[in-house]
């Protein structure tokens, strides 16, 4: 999805292994996000960022740690994965001023594995 | 934020207009209704938002009853391309609203 680039797209992991994913905008813009979605479900908030330094907890954010020194990066962090984080996780960005436009854009996703 | 309704599942006949309903009953003054789809496991995508007043844009079109407490996103035209998940979500106004999901309404077009 334009503007929005996730790394990687695929991985497996053991139980207790950790990971980070990379969320990259190249629009300069406010807000990111993270969700998971996992099978046959919606989307649930993980994290989010409301500007350079800045991160908040969304719906389900234990197991999970994110930074944003950087506004254009957002990453998500897997300390010690665990089987039920096995899931496809999505980034997305807002506009600063999304009434206008009242977008969000999303990635193209991760699916992660954990066995 | 308001919580939304939506069928699990709907069918459409290909070339017809499909009308997915929402309720949001609990919907407050200064919240937005927001339409989005995805499409087979890839990110979701923005179709349309609205207040009070319908909407159009080049991909549906967005009613709003006059109380606020439904709405219907209309396609005019699906086409196979347009079987989708596709959610209703109620977000406040401001810099501070989230986007959280629902389950949503699984639309299957069909020839």
């Known amino acids: 999805n334009a503007g929005v680039t996730q790394t990687p797209k695929f991985r497996v992991l053991k139980t207790g292994q950790s990971m980070t994913l990379l969320c990259a905008q190249d629009?300069?813009?406010?807000?990111m996000y993270w969700y998971r979605q996992d099978p046959g479900m919606g989307l649930r908030l993980i994290h989010y960022?409301?500007?350079?330094?800045?991160?908040a907890k969304g719906e389900v954010p234990d197991g999970y740690n994110v930074s944003r020194l950087k506004k254009q990066n957002f990453l998500l962090g897997l300390e010690s994965a665990a089987p039920s984080q096995t899931s496809v996780y999505f980034c997305?960005?807002?506009?600063?001023?999304?009434?206008?436009?009242?977008?969000?854009?999303f990635g193209s996703g991760t699916r992660l594995t954990v066995v | 934020d308001a919580k939304t309704t939506q069928p699990p599942s709907m069918d459409c006949a290909e070339g017809r207009a499909a009308n997915l309903p929402c309720n949001h009953s609990?919907?407050?003054?200064?919240?937005?209704v927001y339409w989005y789809r995805q499409i087979h496991s890839q990110g979701p995508q923005y179709i349309i938002h609205?207040?009070?007043n319908n909407e159009t844009n080049e991909m549906a079109s967005l009613i709003i009853t006059e109380d606020r407490k439904s709405s219907t996103l209309i396609l005019p035209h699906a086409t196979l391309r347009d079987t989708a998940v596709y959610y209703c979500?109620?977000?406040?106004?401001?810099?501070?609203?989230?986007?959280?999901f629902g389950q949503g309404t699984t639309l299957q077009v069909k020839p």
């Open positions: 997305a960005f807002s506009t600063l001023n999304f009434l206008d436009r009242g977008s969000y854009t």
């Open positions: 629009m300069n813009h406010e807000y």
């Open positions: 609205g207040l009070k």
């Open positions: 979500i109620v977000m406040p106004s401001g810099n501070t609203g989230k986007l959280i």
């Open positions: 609990t919907i407050s003054g200064n919240e937005y």
């Open positions: 960022s409301v500007g350079e330094g800045t991160t």
